[in-house]
């Protein structure tokens, strides 16, 4: 028997401590959590990418009365990033989270299925994504990529 250990690794900072471009895209996710569309957990998640070209998109999560048919923020933003940009690299994501009239202290990190989606936009353009999850008591920032959250993944190699 061997065991096997996966490590998650991601650096705490202070906004201040941010480059300005990055302080940029958290600046754009918080605005974007005022765009949501939670009407059932009044929980407004708020997201912005960096494509390769600069370009800055945001979005947010999307409820509905049929529960699953919503979408979150990542998701929403990355596919709308890709559809618009489609030869766009996606350099790095910012998400916020607003409730209860304020923003969490402690970073919301994307559910499993948004890590999945992150994970093909990855290999997709051969490039990790820098993650920037926005608290208000501090920012994680993943620079290793999808991996670091989502160990053991699947992807299209297995269908191969
Ligand atoms: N949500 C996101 O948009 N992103 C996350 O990372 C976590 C959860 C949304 C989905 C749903 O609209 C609401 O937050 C409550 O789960």
Known sequence: MKE???????NLYTYDELCEKDQLLVDTAKKA???????????????????????VISGNNQE???????????????????????????????????????????????????RQV??????RYHQAIRILLYGTDGIYVIDGGIRELLPLTFDASFLK
Do not use: D, W
Not at 4 to 10: A, D, E, Q, R, S
């Open 118 to 123: 992150m994970l093909e936009v990855e290999q």
């Open 4 to 10: 096997v250990i996966h490590t998650c690794h991601y």
């Open 64 to 114: 509905n009365a049929a529960y699953p048919s919503g979408l979150c923020a990542e998701r929403t933003t990355l596919f709308f990033a890709n559809a618009a940009h489609p030869n766009q690299p996606i350099e790095a994501i910012a998400v916020a989270a607003y409730t209860n009239g304020k923003f969490t202290n402690i970073p919301v990190p994307p559910c499993g299925a948004c």
């Open 33 to 55: 959590t005022q765009g949501s569309y939670a009407p059932y957990s009044e929980f407004q998640v708020g997201a912005a990418v960096r494509l390769a070209n600069g370009i």
